[in-house]
């Protein structure tokens, strides 16, 4: 079973910066892909941002410019880099991986969240 466990929420002013790390514990693999997601209060969780193993990051249009992820494959974390924060960045903040089941398939692995809060 996989464990995400996250950390580096908290509350910033409009305009600052946070960092949000992810750390696997429990049996690691290989995650297919591993990312970001948010949810708002009264609102669907939406993807922040995702990457693969290889190649280039998904962001979703209201973070590009703004938000970087970084994918460590070697020690199967995730960091997303906030700049430039608005108060509409306000959420609880998971991160994911895609746990890969053999042959083909995979699933879900989510973490507790931590919240990020934009306000002055």
């Known amino acids: 079973q996989v464990q995400l466990v996250e950390s580096g929420g908290g509350l910033v002013q409009p305009g600052g910066s946070l960092r949000l790390s992810c750390v696997p514990s429990?049996?690691?693999?290989?995650?297919?892909?591993m990312g970001w997601y948010r949810q708002a209060p009264g609102k669907q969780r939406e993807l922040v941002a995702a990457?693969?193993?290889?190649?280039?990051?998904n962001y979703a249009d209201a973070v590009k410019g703004r938000f970087t992820i970084i994918r460590d494959n070697a020690k199967n974390t995730v960091f997303l880099e906030m700049n430039s924060l608005k108060p509409e960045d306000t959420a609880v903040y998971y991160c994911?991986?895609?746990?890969?089941?053999?042959?083909?398939?995979?699933?879900?692995?989510w973490g507790q969240g931590t919240q990020v809060t934009v306000s002055s």
């Open positions: 994911n991986a895609k746990v890969p089941q053999p042959p083909s398939d995979e699933y879900d692995a």
């Open positions: 429990g049996s690691i693999f290989s995650f297919n892909s």
């Open positions: 990457k693969g193993r290889y190649g280039s990051p």
